[in-house]
Every structure is written in C-alpha cells, then in structure tokens.
C-alpha cells in the first residue's frame, strides 16, 4: 500500500515560559498520525530564521495564529497526497513555497514544525522509533551537558554567564551519568540553601541563586561536585555557555561583563584566566558575539588547541553563515538548533557540514520548550555527540533525558 499525506492540522498550545508556539499534526492516508511542537528561545541569534508572530495585541503580540493559518491552508495544500517518506522533498517544497531565505513569509516556526511532525508520523507509519526511522546503523547516545545554574535573559539571578553545564565525563551508560548529575544537583541545592541562596529555577531548569559573579558559581559547582563524592573534571567536567552577544555592545564594541566594560582582547584574557583556575571547565559557548567574528577566531587561535569552543548566535545552524565559520577559521564546534534554521534536512545538512569538516556538534534544546522529545531521537538518529537539554527539574527539559533512557534500553549493550 502507498502510503500518503491525507492532512495537516496546526494549532497554538503554550511552552514552557507560558507563550504561545505552534503544534503540528500530520496524518497519513493510513490512519497514522504524526505530532511535534516547535521551541522557542529567548537569546537568539540576529540570523536565525524568522519565528513568525502575529504582532496583534492579543498575547502581547506573541500569538501564533498566522503561523498555524499557514500549515492549515498554504502547507497543507501544497504538500497534500506527496510521500511521507521523503523528508528532502517536502522540506525542499515548503522552503520554495516561502521563497525568502530566512522563512519569514510562513514562518520558521510554523514549516519546522510540519517537518518534525512529517518525520514522526513516517516513523510511525513504519512502526520503527525515530531514532531508527532518522538514524543509519550508527545510533550513539550523546554526552549530555546539563544547566544547572542559570543566568542571563534566562534567570533574574544577576549572573551574566546564561549557562553553567556539568556533565558526567565518567560513566558507564547514559542512566548511570544522570544518576550521577542527580547526585550532585541535590547536593547543589542542599549547599545554595545552607548558604543563604534561594534555590528556586531559572528558565533552564538550573538554580538561579544572586551569586555575586561567575567565579562564584563555578566555585559552587566544584565544591558541590565535591561534596557528592565525584573528582571535578576527571569524573564531572563544567561547560559555560555567557551567550555574549547579550552583553556586547556594538556601538562601542565593548562587552559589559560584571560591571565592566571589557574589549574584546580583555574578555579573551578573562576567559584565559577563568580555564586556568578551573580546568574542569571544557567547553564554552559563545564566549564572544555574533557581531565580534574577530574576537571568536582569536579565542579560537589562542584557546582552541585545549578547549571546546562552541558557535551558537554565531552560525545559527545555518549552513552558509557556517560555512563561512569554517573558512575563517571561528570555533571548533558548534551548537545544533532546529529552529534556527527551519526544517529538519537542512540541520542534518549542517551537521554534515560540521563533520565533514572536523567541527564538534552539540544539539540544542530552546529555553522555551514543550514536552515533545524530537531532540532525544534526533540526537541518537544523527550521532551528534553532544547534547544539552536543560537541568533535570523540569519537566520539559527532564523528558528528554528521559526518553535517552528508554532509547538507551531498547538499543542494549
Ligand atoms: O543560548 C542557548 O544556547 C539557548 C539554549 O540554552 O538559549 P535560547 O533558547 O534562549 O536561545
Ligand atoms: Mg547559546
């Protein structure tokens, strides 16, 4: 039996910060329905396709609605009764019938959803998991990097690094590393408490104590790896992701970094310091702006022999800006988000780009999500390596370890 698109059907649920995002559901002309939300993230890089918003006064201008009218009328035609199966094909027609480069006419938004949602319900027609649908033969699970203390735009905690990541270096399964990222964020909590911090969450799912600077929370997070039995760095490694572009100020070129107005070569020799004093730490992200490519190859000159420094805001997974990463010479990694680029071939095209050319990848969760687990499946399917997904309190964010558990114990040894 062929097996085609019968219909595709979106509407406006709420994520995890409470805004409007758009839903899609995909059902084929066996009966089979495939569903995925799209994320939403709150520092985003000035490239990333367009998240298409109403801009009306309802929801403060965050509705959805145009968006879910494009799957509901313009999408829906144009990919009624095409093959399921070929994700390439229906990606390439919704990327034509938007026709701008950065989705702007359907919305980012609204196509990456109907993308996900194609690929699900052609797993699902198959009766195979994602993983397996999306993925070869080579299915890994990834080192997974974990928030646990949150800053920025995700948190009023007044810290001006976004993220601080710890991840399970050793480990004997993808469960037993959880296991042991539970220990120590029970541990953190216990200690921000005994200290006087208040140990509600950030965004992330990380605390977001008024520790007074950057130091002061790596200092949290060393002595509560510590105080949990583990060796920082041999057994559990940190990760930092300052999300810089937030704080860089294009005017004056100058990064307004705990209450300082740094140059470029200034937070270079800061982020020099910082890995010295703390060689747990192994990667950081976006230490320098999207706007300061500069600064980026510099770190990455200096930096990038020992550490891993990961492009977000800077390459906003898009094939062509990265690509031009590459030939500069920016980084040696980079962050993988869906919906920054829009559909789910053209990350793998990026992905691709990546290992072809000797980058490190890390997938990405969006600081708004929902419970829609794509990322756990995509991750496996591509091999990508590295993930990150938030701390393990949330629910949003904890569904994703979760599903690499079940992952983990249908793939076995
Ligand atoms: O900067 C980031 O890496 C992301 C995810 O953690 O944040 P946001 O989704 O807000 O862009
Ligand atoms: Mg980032």
Not at 151 to 167: K, M, R, Y
Not at 200 to 215: C, Q, R, S, Y
Not at 342 to 356: F, N
Not at 375 to 399: L, T
């Amino acid at each position: 039996m062929i097996v085609l698109i019968e219909n595709i059907h979106a509407r406006e649920i709420f994520d995890s910060r409470g805004n409007p995002t758009v839903e899609v559901d995909v059902i084929l002309t066996d009966g089979v329905l495939g569903r995925a939300a799209v994320p939403s993230g709150a520092s985003t890089g000035d490239r990333e396709a367009v998240e298409l918003r109403d801009g009306t006064e309802r929801l403060q201008g965050k509705g959805v609605l145009k968006a879910v009218d494009n799957v509901n009328t313009a999408i829906n035609e144009a990919l009624h009764h095409l093959s399921p199966f070929n994700q390439a094909m229906i990606d390439g027609k919704m990327i034509e019938l938007d026709g701008t480069n950065n989705k702007q006419r359907l919305g980012a938004n609204a196509i990456l959803g109907v993308s996900m949602a194609v690929a699900r319900a052609a797993a699902n027609s198959k009766h195979v998991p994602l993983y397996r649908y999306l993925g070869g033969i080579d299915l890994q699970l990834p080192q997974p990097f974990f928030n646990v203390i949150n800053g920025g735009v995700h948190a009023d905690s007044g810290i001006d690094v976004q993220e601080f990541l710890i991840t399970p270096v050793k480990r004997t399964s993808f469960r037993d590393g959880v296991e042991k990222i539970a220990n120590v964020y029970h541990t953190l909590k216990k200690n921000l408490a005994k200290q006087g911090f208040e140990t509600a969450v950030g965004d992330e799912g990380g605390f977001a104590p008024k520790l007074a600077n950057t130091e002061a929370a790596i200092e949290m997070l060393y002595q509560s790896i510590r105080d949990a039995g583990y060796q920082p760095g041999a057994e559990i490694a940190i990760a930092i992701d300052p999300a810089s572009s937030e704080f860089y100020d294009d005017d004056s070129a100058l990064y307004h970094f705990e209450d300082k107005d740094l140059t470029s070569a200034e937070l270079l020799e800061y982020y020099t310091k910082l890995v010295a004093k703390y060689p747990a730490i192994v990667s950081i992200e976006d230490g320098f702006s999207e706007h300061d490519w500069a600064g980026f190859k510099k770190q990455t000159d200096t930096m990038g022999q020992n550490i891993q420094l990961v492009g977000d805001d800077i390459f906003v997974t898009n094939p062509a800006i990265f690509t031009e990463g590459i030939k500069a010479g920016v980084a040696n990694a980079i962050l993988i988000k869906l919906n920054q680029i829009g559909t789910v071939t053209e990350t793998i095209e990026t992905i691709k780009l990546a290992r072809a050319n000797g980058y490190k990848t890390m997938l990405s969760h969006r600081s708004g999500e929902t419970v829609d687990s794509f990322i756990a499946d995509f991750a496996v399917a591509m091999n990508v390596g590295q993930i990150k997904s938030g701390s393990i309190a949330r629910g949003e964010r904890v569904e994703k370890y979760n599903q690499f558990m079940r992952i983990e114990e249908e793939l076995g040894d």
